[in-house]
């Protein structure tokens, strides 16, 4: 079954970095979009970012952009997420989720996802 862990979460204080990756299990998920969604205590969950199969295109959520960045490399397209300038409010689970490439990106977006982790806590302190 293919699986997908995440790490590197952790405390940080307000302005400074953390970088998150994503390993996957099972099956290599070459053909598939991947990304990130969080989600903060007492909210919904939301999307952060995206990049598709072949890294041909990156998108992220405005709240992020310029601070965060996706990307992904290896044999088993390993994802990985730098956080910088890291915010109280970037406080959440960070959820790492991957989806079939014949799906367009947008899909991706709004939660149309196949595969989930199961989550990895960054905590911004002030």
């Known amino acids: 079954q293919v699986q997908l862990v995440e790490s590197g979460g952790g405390l940080v204080q307000a302005g400074g970095s953390l970088r998150l990756s994503c390993a996957t299990s099972?099956?290599?998920?070459?053909?598939?979009?991947m990304g990130w969604f969080r989600q903060a205590p007492g909210k919904e969950r939301e999307f952060v970012t995206v990049?598709?199969?072949?890294?041909?295109?990156?998108y992220y959520a405005e709240s992020v952009k310029g601070r965060f960045t996706i990307s992904r490399g290896g044999a088993k397209n390993t994802v990985y997420l730098q956080m910088n300038s890291l915010k109280p409010e970037d406080t959440a689970v960070y959820y790492c989720?991957?989806?079939?490439?014949?799906?367009?990106?947008?899909?991706?977006?709004?939660?149309?996802?196949?595969?989930w982790g199961k989550g990895t806590l960054v905590t911004v302190s002030s």
């Open positions: 990049i598709t199969w072949n890294a041909d295109n990156t």
């Open positions: 099972g099956r290599t998920l070459n053909g598939y979009h």
């Open positions: 989720a991957a989806d079939e490439a014949y799906n367009p990106s947008s899909n991706f977006v709004r939660g149309g996802v196949i595969y």
